[in-house]
């Protein structure tokens, strides 16, 4: 059985709900002690969209998961485990409340630059 390091969860948000993202990932932060990335106001890595990483054990998934899909009003939110096995950590092991959204995977596959 493949391990789970931690779980990522990209909160994505664009110039309209960049406010409400912020509170949301800083009510993660305050309530289940889950590490808050920067806001990144551009796509980065495989993201299409402006977005916020929440990071949180194993541990922690039963709780932080719930609370998002309750809270994210609207938002559309990509959780992923961390396996090291980016590419399908990213695509058969992603989990996504609200709108899915395609992924730039060209890093993750075999031989990427």
């Known amino acids: 059985m493949t391990e789970i390091i931690d779980f990522h969860a990209h909160v994505y948000f664009s110039e309209e709900t960049a406010e ?3 509170a949301l990932c ?3 932060r305050d309530r ?3 590490t808050m990335g920067r806001f990144h106001k551009k796509p980065v890595g495989p993201h299409p969209c402006w977005s916020c990483q929440l990071s949180f054990l194993p541990e922690k998934f039963g709780e932080v998961v719930p609370w998002l899909a309750l809270n994210r009003d609207g938002l559309t939110i990509f959780t992923h485990p961390q396996t090291g096995d980016d590419l399908t950590d990213h695509t058969r ?3 996504w409340m609200g709108q ?3 992924l730039d995977l060209r890093q993750f596959r075999k ?3």
């Open 20 to 22: 409400q993202a912020h």
């Open 26 to 28: 800083e009510a993660a």
């Open 32 to 34: 289940f002690g889950v």
């Open 93 to 95: 092991h992603a989990i």
């Open 100 to 102: 899915m959204l395609p």
């Open 111 to 113: 031989g990427a630059a």
